[in-house]
């Protein structure tokens, strides 16, 4: 019979890993921003990089965070029924 299950402890490095990870994005997300309106640069090729760093870059570095912590969540779940299913 094939086994099923997982091992807690493997998963809650796992999700403690995304949690941090996440945390990394939304870090450097906030830094690139910061380094890219503290930079002077003046000009329409200015005006259409900032337009697409805050409407697409920017976004898909919160997208991928948000991801993380919602993979992070469902793995909490997964070691919280896995623990209690090990102990009925």
Same mark, same amino acid.
């Given at each position: 019979?094939?086994?099923l299950g997982l091992d807690p402890e493997q998963?809650? /490095?796992?999700?403690?890993? @995304? /949690?941090?990870?996440?945390?990394?994005?939304?870090?450097? &997300?906030r830094q690139l921003d910061s380094q890219l309106?503290?930079?002077?640069?003046?000009?329409p090729d200015a005006e259409k990089f900032r337009? &697409?760093?805050?409407?697409?870059?920017?976004?898909?570095?919160?997208? /991928?965070?948000? !991801? @993380?912590? #919602?993979?992070?969540?469902? #793995?909490?779940?997964?070691?919280?029924?896995?623990?209690? !299913? &090990?102990?009925?």
């Open positions: 019979m094939p086994q998963m809650g /490095v796992l999700q403690k890993a @995304l /949690v941090r990870e996440a945390g990394t994005i939304r870090t450097l &997300s309106r503290g930079a002077w640069w003046k000009g337009g &697409s760093w805050d409407a697409d870059h920017k976004t898909q570095l919160e997208r /991928v965070a948000a !991801a @993380l912590d #919602v993979a992070a969540k469902t #793995v909490a779940t997964n070691i919280t029924q896995q623990t209690q !299913a &090990s102990q009925s």
